[in-house]
């Protein structure tokens, strides 16, 4: 390779890393008026959701904004996905809570440094996992885990917010102690506060439903500001966020211990799963919607990155959020300058507009964060998966009930673990085939699922419905004797179909050639099917396609049945 050959490899390489160096020089300049407005109308929605979100996160206001503007950029600078919006949501406000209030224990200085490290962690993890190409990770989480999980989520989160709602003292505890405390402090209700909060959750509805355009958010902000300074409301018991410091800090380290790095990781760890999928689902939403690609690696890369960005800016953990992503893509947006503008709004909220905020309700921001949330909420979802499966309805009401009854990050891990154990049960106990032809067609389907297709005498088609692991191997094998033991004909051949293995490790070898050896004292062949090019050098390397013979080696199928109809013939002859 010459030198310039090589540059050239570099800077592709470079700009695999950083998208932006990709997209932005052939950026068309007939979209920037879109992509401002579209901007101008996500600024609208963040805002006041990232100082509703980092109440929920335990932090000052201003925390949400530094790491609205701060991963704003960093995702924009790596990101694939033209839509989605990278900032505070509620779900990792409230996992990144969970996490840190067992180690800050009401310290509040210590309390911001933890949840700084805990998004510099998270960042780090999914840029490790990014550059080693495990983009796959967003599939660990089942669907019905990991709707169960939300659902319990919502709820935790909307009982946590129901004594900011109403003017009550606020709960300690998981959901059903503070469930407890609502219901026992309900005589002590602020009759003005109750009004804000509950008039605000109405009017939020409304909009949301009958008109989905309007800023609802920034409306009722604005609204209930003028409200609450006209009427002086603050001294009638409303609480109100009071004056906040907006002043943009410097990008620094939290000043955390290791021994707290330590403890803070397996949670970082089993939020990178749980969000990455989150964030994945959208942006592979949007990218199907308008047709390209995004790249599942990159991705988290950029969310790493925006997470890094927002740890160095005093921030919390972030995340691709659906309802500002979709906000986004509703305005017309198209591309990641709608990021740029918006964390450059985020910064001249924060240095001119902060101080207008120093009346706005704490019930207000309650009220936002409900709506917000109630799409984790899915009903229908859980009522399709009862309808569907009843084994994944319970997983869902196990993972549900677990974050009600032991909180968020034992129910996190609960569903991660769940997951994960459902992936290793598939791999342990997968389904397995015997193939037969289709008449009239070279198709060669399942017989338990298609009664017309044909045996052939003397061949069974069998196939491991799961990629060839030392997990699985005692169950194939244990099936196949069983198949070989109730065939009507005796078998000479089993063509061995390995269309699931795209690769094939020492273990998937050593399988292989005990296979082998098991059949030929049987006086039956083994054949191999549908073997890829990366397998079939595993195999040529182990002397596998020496010992089962090349002949014997096939692409398809359909060519291994032909050599052994040929066989057949050339026999008879």
């Known amino acids: 390779m010459n030198a310039t050959t090589e540059d050239r490899v570099q800077k592709t390489q470079f700009r695999d890393y950083l998208p932006i160096l990709e997209w932005l020089p052939k950026y068309d300049r007939g979209w920037l008026r879109g992509d401002v407005l579209a901007a101008a109308t996500v600024w609208a929605l963040v805002v006041p959701q990232a100082i509703a979100y980092a109440q929920i996160a335990g932090l000052p206001p201003q925390a949400g904004l530094f790491a609205t503007f701060a991963a704003l950029i960093g995702y924009a600078l790596f990101g694939t996905s033209r839509q989605v919006i990278v900032s505070p949501t509620s779900s990792t406000a409230a996992i990144s809570a969970a996490i840190v209030g067992t180690i800050a224990l009401g310290d509040s200085t210590r309390y911001a440094d933890l949840s700084s490290a805990l998004a510099l962690l998270v960042g780090l993890a999914f840029i490790v996992f990014g550059i080693g190409k495990v983009g796959f990770i967003s599939r660990f989480i089942a669907p019905a885990v990991q709707i169960g999980f939300m659902f319990g989520l919502g709820l935790t989160i909307i009982i946590g917010q129901v004594p900011n709602l109403l003017g009550l003292p606020g709960g ?11 219901i026992t402090n309900l005589s002590h209700i602020n009759p003005w506060t109750a009004v804000i909060g509950l008039g605000s959750l109405a009017a939020l509805f409304a909009m949301k439903k009958f008109a989905p355009r309007l800023p609802a958010a920034l409306l009722m902000v604005l609204v209930s ?31 955390v211990s290791f021994d707290e790095l330590v403890i803070l990781l397996p949670g970082a760890l089993a939020i990178s799963v749980i969000g990455f999928a989150e964030t994945i689902t959208v942006a592979d939403d949007f990218a199907e919607k308008h047709k390209y690609e995004i790249r599942p690696n990159q991705e ?19 995340g691709g959020g659906a309802s500002q992503s979709a906000a986004n893509d509703a305005a017309g947006a198209r591309s990641q300058i709608v990021s740029v503008v918006v964390s450059v709004l985020t910064v001249l909220t924060l240095l001119f507009l902060l101080p207008l905020f120093a009346n706005l309700p704490q019930a207000v921001l309650s009220a936002i964060v409900i709506v917000a949330v109630t799409g984790f909420l899915n009903v ?15 997983l869902a009401l196990f993972a549900l009930v677990s974050v009600l009854l032991l909180g968020i990050l034992p129910g996190l891990l609960i569903a991660v673990t769940l997951s994960i154990l459902l992936i290793l049960g598939f791999f342990a106990r997968p389904p397995t085939s015997v193939l037969g032809n289709l008449p009239g067609t070279d198709a060669y389907v399942p017989i338990a699922s298609e009664p017309t297709a044909q045996l052939i005498p003397g061949l069974m088609i069998f196939r491991l419905d799961a990629p060839l692991l030392s997990l699985n191997a005692k169950r194939m094998r244990d099936h196949l004797r069983q198949e070989l033991h109730a065939a009507k004909t005796s078998t000479r051949v089993v063509i061995l179909d390995l269309s699931f293995n795209s690769e094939l490790d020492i273990q998937g070898l050593d399988i292989l050639n005990a296979l082998y050896d098991e059949l030929r004292a049987q006086s039956i062949e083994l054949w191999l099917a549908n073997v890829y090019q990366a397998p079939r050098a595993m195999l040529e390397r182990g002397g596998v396609v020496e010992k089962i013979g090349a002949a014997n080696i096939f692409l398809t199928v359909r060519a291994a049945v032909q050599a052994f109809q040929n066989q057949n013939m050339d026999s008879n002859n």
């Open 225 to 255: 500001i003028i409200v609450v300074t006209a009427f002086g409301l603050a001294q009638e018991g409303v609480d109100v966020i009071g004056v906040v410091n907006g002043a943009i800090p410097l990008p620094s380290l939290p000043r």
């Open 300 to 318: 988290l890369v950029a969310v790493g990155a925006a997470n890094i960005f927002s740890g160095f800016f005093q921030g919390f953990i972030v």
């Open 380 to 394: 229908k979802a859980l009522q399709r998966i009862a309808h569907l499966r009843r084994d994944s309805f319970y």
């Open 172 to 182: 300690e505890g998981d959901f059903f102690p503070k469930l407890w405390q609502v």
